[in-house]
């Protein structure tokens, strides 16, 4: 099993920014390639960024890529999304996920519990 904690989130003004981060533990963390995925009220969770086992290899989904960054640090077993220019329409509950496989299913195997991103105008 892996567990996944996640932290960073809140409360900002459209424009800023704030950094998520995600805590790993039960297993070797650089067996994984880890993600982000994002739930705004009323709709399906969706992908945002993912990157592979040794940091080598990241993808994002269009609508935060140049403002998203995401990188990872094995030896803390952490992944972070680094997030700018923040906009009203990035408020979700932002989910770290952990996969064998890169890049991550839409279905990965293990979610964290979500940490609460809002973006007011």
């Known amino acids: 099993q892996v567990q996944l904690v996640e932290s960073g989130g809140g409360l900002v003004q459209a424009g800023a920014s704030l950094r998520l981060s995600c805590a790993a533990s039960?297993?070797?963390?650089?067996?994984?390639?880890m993600g982000w995925f994002r739930q705004a009220p009323g709709k399906e969770r969706v992908f945002v960024a993912a990157i592979s086992w040794g940091g080598h290899r990241l993808t994002y989904v269009d609508f935060v890529k140049g403002r998203f960054t995401i990188s990872r640090d094995n030896a803390k077993n952490t992944v972070y999304l680094q997030m700018n220019s923040l906009r009203p329409e990035d408020t979700a509950v932002y989910y770290c996920?952990?996969?064998?496989?890169?890049?991550?299913?839409?279905?990965?195997?293990?979610w964290g519990q979500g940490t609460q991103v809002t973006v007011s105008s």
């Open positions: 996920a952990a996969d064998r496989a890169y890049p991550l299913s839409l279905r990965p195997s293990y």
């Open positions: 039960g297993r070797t963390f650089s067996d994984y390639a």
